[in-house]
């Protein structure tokens, strides 16, 4: 093995080249900057943040070119390079409550403190291709909301207020009380069964069309969910640092996520009254599918916490987690296409060998049968 590997120097550096030179495409027309990436195709770029779980645009935009598009390899990458990273610090919570949303729609009322907030999205859109995107037009510049710069009431307050939906914070809640300190799937050893933040932490890194297939079978029935759209908004929050020489929290810096709160029914229990349950979705950039599709997977996970039999694919929490990294899942599935060549010749031969008994099997009972006949005759 190792002899091959060795011989084969010279092809594996004579296709690094080759790999450039696909990247860099026609020589004819500009390289592609990080800028255009961060500006013009935001939401691959916030896809790749979102799940290498780092916020870094312009280092995302860069894996993104060196990747050539492919999404899963511009994760790892950016993945790898997070892992070079010191650790100085937590922050502390983010308040999306103050969130300075730029989009704030909610499928459960209409009417809302601040009105709905439609802001940039594909939902209002045609799927028609538009040609003028061919060419190097500009486009109209859009007129900002009344509300942007504003914070937002959150729309669940308004089934809190009722005392209609559980509590946002504890055991069951969106996160820990502060005096309880999140884990870190990024430093500890994935254990069986999860606390919720770890949950949470494994979903927000998850890849989006795994999570958005099992969200979409929660829909279908494979799952006791029937959801609606609580709230989701996009927009800027603060990241704050606590600084034990100061004494106080500063300010590093405000990042673009995307938040989404799901509504579903509870009937109630012999602990418990009828009430509407949570499901979360919190990720870096604009990102609601992913968002969503978190938040739907994240309240099929709970099944214990309300007594319900855990009988879906997406109410299995070893299932859902083990399976939803997709930079573990490519390599293990991509490891197959590399030099397997002792192993198969293992196979081949057992395979061989099982054949050749299996033939001999046949003609002695064959023999038999004819021997049979014949004495019959």
Do not use: W
Request: aromatic share 6%; glycine share 10%; proline share 5%.
């Amino acid at each position: 093995m190792y002899v091959a590997v060795k011989g084969g120097e010279a092809a594996i550096a004579n296709a690094h080249k080759l790999l450039g030179d696909r990247r860099r495409g026609n020589r004819d027309l500009p390289s592609i900057t990080l800028d255009q990436l961060v500006g013009q195709l935001s939401l691959a770029v916030d896809r790749v943040m979102a799940e290498a779980s780092l916020y870094a645009p312009h280092l995302a935009a860069l894996a993104v070119k060196q990747a050539r598009g492919d999404m899963i390899e511009a994760i790892f990458l950016l993945r790898a390079y997070r892992t070079t990273l010191p650790r100085f610090g937590a922050s502390r919570p983010v308040e999306t409550g103050e969130m300075v949303a730029e989009r704030r729609v909610s499928a459960t009322f209409k009417d809302l403190p601040g009105g709905q907030v439609l802001g940039p999205t594909f939902d209002y859109t045609h799927r028609l291709l538009d040609p003028e995107l061919a060419g190097d037009g500009e486009v109209e510049a859009a007129l900002l909301s009344e509300t942007d710069g504003e914070p937002l009431m959150r729309v669940t307050d308004i089934l809190a207020h009722e005392d209609i939906i559980e509590s946002s914070r504890g055991a069951g809640g969106d996160t820990p009380l502060p005096e309880e300190p999140s884990g870190d799937l990024t430093r500890e050893p994935l254990e069986f069964p999860m606390q919720r933040d770890q949950r949470l932490q494994a979903l927000a890194r998850g890849d989006e069309g795994f999570l958005l297939s099992l969200g979409y079978s929660t829909q279908r029935g494979y799952g006791r969910t029937h959801p609606f759209v609580g709230e989701i908004r996009m927009g800027e929050v603060e990241v704050e640092l606590d600084v034990p020489e100061l004494g106080f929290a500063v300010s590093l810096g405000t990042i673009k996520v995307t938040e989404c709160q799901m509504v579903t029914q509870f009937a109630g229990s012999a602990k418990a009254p009828p009430q509407f349950t949570r499901g979360y979705g919190l990720v870096f950039g604009q990102s609601e599918r992913k968002a969503m599709s978190m938040a739907l997977v994240d309240r099929a996970l709970r099944a214990d916490e309300f007594g319900e039999d855990r009988l879906a694919p997406a109410q299995d929490e070893e299932f859902v987690i083990s399976h939803s990294d997709n930079v573990q899942a490519t390599g293990f599935v991509e490891h197959l296409k590399l030099p397997h060549y002792v192993d198969f010749q293992a196979e081949l031969d057992l395979v061989r060998r099982m054949r050749g008994e299996f033939e001999a099997r046949e003609a002695a009972s064959l023999e038999t049968d004819n021997a049979s006949r014949e004495a019959a005759e």
